[in-house]
């Protein structure tokens, strides 16, 4: 599987921000107690002054699903509403379809036109059955050489025992498909090629959730094309006409992209090797996701969640830092123009039905969004201006943004990356240089980072997933590469010693992302039970820490949730948010329009910054979302924070969960919608 990694780049425009400068605490009442003349001022550290109880925030990214594929069929204690598709009666409680199993059918389209790109092409009909799902790239075979999954306990354990919870270790020698890759799943028995015209539990007719399923398309265009918005389909409930019935057309028309290839001869359903997998989902209430249905059933979760670009893991990893998209440079910072074969071209070749003329070249590409005259610019900017609020496609003029996976500028060591399919260095900000300015410490931890470092062959870090190793600010700095991006090995020794920083990224190497094919979800469930017990191990850090666990972007999985385009390049499905938190207890559902950008937003109310830039999404507004529909911002384009996941009562004073038996207190069961009750002091 590759990996890419990216860098950010872009016009002198762009780097705007706002002034920077060092926190004035002092003259600040709200977070300065009065002090009696005869006592000596203190200095106050900046990562513990916050507006709420929470000093410690970690951010732990998964990969590859939507909400729906993960907690489709969950059902909320009494008193709290869900959006999903047990609650829209698409699905049965046991995983059969449900009364209204007609709303997420799925159509195929004649896109055939070499001119255009059709967002929503026309000559729809419904699939009688859908395309057999397949295998993919999933493993075959267990392998100590090849994996995963392994063959022997003992590569497991020394591959990954530092990672997992030794329980855990074990579910990474099970799981292959037996199977040859890129033929039909034929592990799903009498139903391969007879599943109905709608979303399937995949542990119920087929591989069981221990086991490695096919990877669906997740790239720009597609996802945009998957989700079939059209204005002229608008609803009071969905204003966007996003109509996601497009999703096993595009994965079986164009896939992951062509690269500028021909169109295979004898093409079919198959050839793209993915069938219908994009329909799979797994089951809560059967015993899938045991661990993750546990912490929502404790804490909190998010059912209007969203990845924030239409499109795969780079991009959105790069909105998890900067709230922006970055674009190609000249390495200097100055927007300039890509190759010709990495600027997309998602129309039609001639004599076929959407197989794209350039797309996937090779696992990045860029758009120039600027210009109605770029292919598939024109289709995007139409769609948003047909919206009766006209996002901004917030496109910079002349700037070529990146809108998939390449890797980042920058290697480990902080030298240049001069591999192929490389975005050259870039001089936007993120979010590391707010904090940075305002003395807030901070860290990226990713699994491997020492190996990466040290250019090992074998090493499972995810390049394109950080957001920082793009940025010239942070990586010609050797100082602040070697304080803040560190491996998880540091983020377990933080814990232990009670020296988390204030704000925390962490991400899993690939074997334990949860990304499909390459991983499985109930592995990164056990990356991230591990961290989980490590902090509340530690009652003073549990006391003042909130995690949200979440994944990169909802991997091209069907999802039936409402889509609220914010600018051009997304936002996209909704994906799953967990909130772990001594204050996020109750088993709650919250229902607030949010994406990637909101944690961020989070970090700069939590410590009262700025927005990164004056361009990045940051800026816009909390959403206002009425009682009778909440999932849907009144004042689009809208992104909220998530502090109405937390229950921040004055009675706590910071001490969170004191007898940290992790129980709900009765005092904590208000819905605190407002946000934060506590004072510092």
């Given amino acids: ?18 002034a920077l400068g060092t926190l004035a605490l002092a003259a600040s009442g709200a ?72 709303l997420a059918a ?16 026309g000559g729809k009909a419904p699939y009688t059955v859908l395309p057999a799902p397949n295998t993919g790239s999933a493993p075959s075979a267990a392998s100590d050489t090849n994996p995963p999954p392994f063959a022997t306990l003992a590569a497991a354990q020394a591959a990954e025992g530092a990672v997992l919870e030794p329980q855990d270790v074990a579910q990474l020698m099970t799981g292959a498909t037996g199977l040859a890759k890129g033929v039909p799943d034929t592990r799903f028995g009498a139903n391969t090629f007879t599943l109905p015209n709608g979303p399937y539990q995949i542990s119920r007719v087929g591989p069981n959730y221990d086991q490695y399923v096919a990877s669906p398309v997740h790239r720009f265009y597609q996802a945009w094309q998957q989700a079939d918005c059209n204005a002229k389909s608008a609803t009071l409930t969905n204003p966007s006409g996003c109509a ?75 909105m998890i830092g900067t709230a922006d998209a970055l674009y190609y440079t000249d390495g200097h910072g100055n927007a300039t123009t890509p190759p010709s074969n990495q600027i997309e071209d998602p129309r039609p070749q001639a004599g076929t039905n959407n197989w794209y003329a350039q797309d996937g070249y090779s696992g990045g590409s860029y758009s120039n969004c600027s210009d109605t005259s770029q292919p598939g610019v024109g289709a995007v900017r139409s769609y948003l201006n047909s919206l009766p609020y006209h996002p901004k496609a917030n496109c910079a003029p002349g ?19 001069t591999s192929a399919f490389t975005i050259p260095p870039s ?31 074998t090493s499972t870090y995810c390049n394109i997933c950080n957001p920082f190793l793009y940025e010239t600010a942070i990586m010609t700095n050797p100082a602040t590469v070697k304080a803040h991006l560190q491996d998880t090995t540091d983020l377990y020794a933080d814990i232990s010693r009670g020296a988390l920083p204030a704000v925390s990224f962490v991400k899993p190497g690939w074997l334990l992302d949860g990304h499909p094919a390459s991983s499985k979800y109930g592995l990164f469930e056990a990356f991230s039970r591990k961290i989980v017990d490590a902090v509340r191990s530690n009652p003073k850090l549990w006391a003042s820490t909130a995690i949200f666990i979440t994944n990169d972007e909802g991997g091209g999985y069907y999802d039936s949730g409402y889509i609220q385009p914010v600018d051009f390049f997304g936002d996209g499905s909704r994906i799953p948010l967990i909130i772990v938190s001594p204050y996020s207890r109750g088993g709650r559902v919250v229902h607030q329009y949010t994406d990637h950008v909101s944690i961020l937003k989070f970090v700069e109310r939590n410590w009262s910054l700025g927005p990164i830039t004056n361009r990045s999404r940051d800026n816009l507004p909390n959403p206002v979302q009425l009682v009778g529909n909440p999932y849907v911002p009144v004042n689009s384009p809208a992104i909220g924070d998530p502090f109405d996941a937390f229950h921040f009562d004055h009675r706590h004073h910071g001490n969170g969960d004191r007898d ?3 129980k709900h207190d009765d005092h904590g069961d208000h819905d605190n919608q407002g946000g934060s009750l506590w004072s510092p002091f």
């Fill in 244 to 318: 996601m019935d497009l999703v096993a057309w595009v994965e079986t028309s164009v896939g992951a992209g062509t690269n500028g290839k021909p169109q295979p001869p004898g093409f079919n359903d198959q050839t793209t090797r993915e069938g219908s997998t994009a329909l799979g989902y797994y089951n809560v209430q059967t015993g899938d996701m045991p661990y993750f249905n546990e912490l929502a059933r404790k804490y909190t979760i998010s059912d209007n969640y969203h990845q924030p670009v239409m499109g795969g893991t780079g991009s959105n990893s790069i």
């Fill in 106 to 121: 799925q159509n195929t389209a004649q896109a055939v036109d070499p001119t255009r790109f059709e967002m929503s092409p």
């Fill in 1 to 18: 599987m590759k990996r890419y990694k990216k860098v950010r780049g872009g016009p002198a425009t762009l780097r705007t921000g706002l």
């Fill in 660 to 662: 940290g038996d992790d």
């Fill in 399 to 417: 700037a070529y943004y990146l809108l998939n996976n390449y890797n980042p500028g920058y290697n480990g060591d902080g030298t240049v990356n």
């Fill in 427 to 457: 001089p936007v900000r993120t979010i590391g240089d707010t904090l940075l300015a305002k003395g807030i410490s901070w860290k990226y931890y990713g699994e491997g980072w020492n190996s990466f470092v040290a250019n090992s062959p």
């Fill in 31 to 102: 977070l300065m107690p009065a002090l009696a003349d005869s006592e000596p001022q203190r200095a106050v550290d900046p990562s513990m002054a916050t507006v709420s109880p929470i000093k410690h925030v970690i951010v732990i990214v998964g990969e590859n699903r939507t909400f729906d594929q993960v907690f489709g069929a969950y059902k909320p204690r009494a008193g709290q509403s869900i959006s999903n598709l047990l609650s829209k009666g698409i699905i049965t409680a046991d995983g059969r379809p449900g009364r209204n199993f007609a």
